[in-house]
């Protein structure tokens, strides 16, 4: 989609640069006010949960708006694991993946029989279907409205056959003793992080990566070509809802809560608006996308009248009231006023997301030769 | 039987709403080619006109009488609605009839805004890919929620049904079944005025002209322009006419759920499933499946069903799309070729 006629970065290149923006991450982005570990877990996390969701509907162009069930069932998965077995953080993730992978295996067989807007409805019926039932029938599992939390009662086998110290407080989730919290947190989301950009770099360039491009353009050919394209479909989605379910077990990791809500329509919007906004279909773009949106939700929605009012204080005092009252509107607890406006702004003006901006802003500096524009 | 009928009842007139909201979905699609996600938010905002049709009806006038004393001594206020005050009885009609009466402000407001809408942004998306309109009406859907959040705050307001229509009706006595089956008033109005409207739309298409030439554009658009008829002014009109189904079916729909600033989406989701198991495209499909996916729904939530599969009620609507749309791959009675690229 856009590869550029410039010559191709090599892989490994890439994927040092990105690495070392993501571990410095702590420093830079305290520049802007971000550099605290909450908010640098989130951007990792939804950064996941986001290039995952790029992987189907980037490569294969199969919007789904149901993604926001695997994000639940991983995070449900990690808590129990957590409850039954280990306070460790390795069998969580891992039984989260496993747990996703087998739901997205059965949604996406079934979901992938119909494409366009149906596919697209059906996904949305399965993850109603999740939510509802997690908050209804389902609560011995899920602890319905309550959500879902650890407990001094919990069996804990693994770990409590290897002491048998009596702790006040609930535990810790831990990697090997390194407890799950603060910077360490951060840290163990960001390798995987890059692990998981390294993996979506390897399906992007791949001949995998290829074919799910051919079935974005013209499925119809591809068919005709002799290809059965519902196993790729399938794998991609598959794939994808593996990394919603990563994404759900270290939300589960960093906060041992999971609660229902994070299985609504409205979690399954908000991946597909970080999308878009980064950029569909480009490797950083979802990424950045999935930073921006959770900057403005910490950002924007901490900003109140008072911290308004000091901003406009140059101004004179009638100036300042309009000011501030016009301004308040977009912040505090109106931050999604201002998503909803970047958003559409974006979507009218700017299709490609923010990538092509940055490309557009790139071409102006740097001018092909006549001819090379592919 | 009773609990039978009484399911059936319940069923019709949430079925209405999603009928009603569906109707207006198809209708722009089928015309512009447009997937509307900010079409909830027209349901919402029509709630919210009768909201504030019926805060200006109760602006009050404090008068002070001098005469009379409360228990404290001090004097009695007595307040008047304006409406009251200047208009006498009249007024006291209208402040009781706010829900109906919104409806005449409602119609040319949503007009209005829907046309508005149409000419300054959905034109825009013609030519642009579904995703994409998709994308922004739900940036716009998020924009109206939120603006509307912000004047009224997050909490629904409860407005209430006219005296006469507030109680409930005897329906089993008027049939001679004898005491058992009393239902409310209101809500067997609202299913009777979705009826009525959704006929209303239907003769406006089929009966006139104007409807006439709005279907053949439907077919093909290309053709009818070349007969020099100016289809793009006829479809901002239909855009603008789906906005008053939407707008009034909110409109009367406030005495059953008070409105919210979420109410638009939550209805939304639930109205794009209809539309689809209806079949993209097909008026007649939309309709129908809003009463049976409402009659499904109140039957689900019954403890004798709900005894045999636990949780039906939460997911009947969802399940039965899902086995639809398996099975009838255009919904009930879609076209074939339409939003399967």
Known sequence: MTTTAKKQRPEWLTLVIFTAAILSMPIWASVIGAGYPDLLQKFAIYGIFAIGFNILFGLTGYLSFGHAAFLGIGSYAAVWSFKLFTMNVIPAVIFAILFAALFALVIGYISLRRSGIYFSILTLAFAQMSYNLAYSVLTPITNGETGLQLTQQDPRWIDNAFSNAVSDGLPITNFFGIKMSGYEGFYFCATLLIFCFWISMRVFNSPFGMMLKGIKSNQTRMSYTGFNTRPYTLAAFVISGMYAGLAGALLAVTDPLAGAERMQWTASGEVVLMTILGGVGTLIGPLLGAGLIKYFENIFSAINDNVLNAFFSFLPESLQGLFTSLFSLFVGKGWHLTLGVLFMLIVIFLPGGLMEGFRRIGNLFNKKPKGEQS | ?341
């Open chain 2, 1 to 341: 039987m009773d609990a039978i009928i009484l399911q059936f009842l319940n069923g019709l007139d949430k079925g209405g709403a999603y009928a009603l909201i569906a109707l207006g979905l198809t209708l722009v699609f089928g015309t512009l080619g447009v997937v509307n996600f900010a079409h909830g938010a027209l349901f919402m905002l029509g709630a919210f006109c009768a909201v504030i049709v019926n805060k200006i009806l109760n602006f009050q006038l404090i008068t002070i009488d001098p005469e009379k004393k409360t228990a404290w001594g001090t004097p009695v206020e007595i307040k008047t609605s304006y409406a009251e005050a200047w208009l006498g009885d009249f007024g006291a009609f209208l402040v009781d009839y706010s829900v109906p009466v919104s409806i005449l402000i409602a119609v040319p407001v949503m007009l209005l805004i829907g046309i508005i809408m149409e000419r300054g942004l959905i034109r825009h998306f013609y030519n642009r890919p579904h995703a994409d309109q998709i994308l922004v009406t739900f940036g716009l859907a998020i924009v109206i929620q939120e603006l509307i959040k912000a004047y009224f705050g997050a909490n629904p307001i409860p407005q209430t049904a006219p005296a006469e229509f507030a109680g409930s009706a005897n329906i089993s006595a008027m049939l001679g079944l004898g005491d058992s089956i009393v239902y409310p008033w209101w809500r067997i109005i609202y299913f009777l005025f979705s009826a009525a409207i959704i006929a209303a739309v239907f003769a406006f298409l089929q009966f006139t002209t104007y409807g006439m030439v709005v279907r053949a554009g439907m077919r093909d658009r290309e053709t009818v322009g070349l007969l020099g008829i100016n289809i793009e002014r006829r479809f901002t009109v239909i855009f603008g006419l789906a906005a008053v189904v939407a707008g009034v079916a909110g409109v009367m729909y406030t005495p059953i759920l008070p409105p919210d600033y979420h109410m638009g989406m939550d209805f939304l989701v639930l109205s794009f499933v209809v539309v689809v198991v209806g079949g993209m495209g097909s008026l007649g499909g939309a309709v129908s499946a809003g009463f049976l996916l409402g009659i499904l729904q109140s039957f689900a939530s019954m403890n004798e069903v709900k005894a045999i599969f636990p949780g039906i009620d939460q997911i009947i609507i969802y399940l039965v799309a899902v086995v639809i749309l398996l099975t009838l791959p255009r919904g009930l009675m879609g076209r074939s070729g339409v939003m399967e690229e």
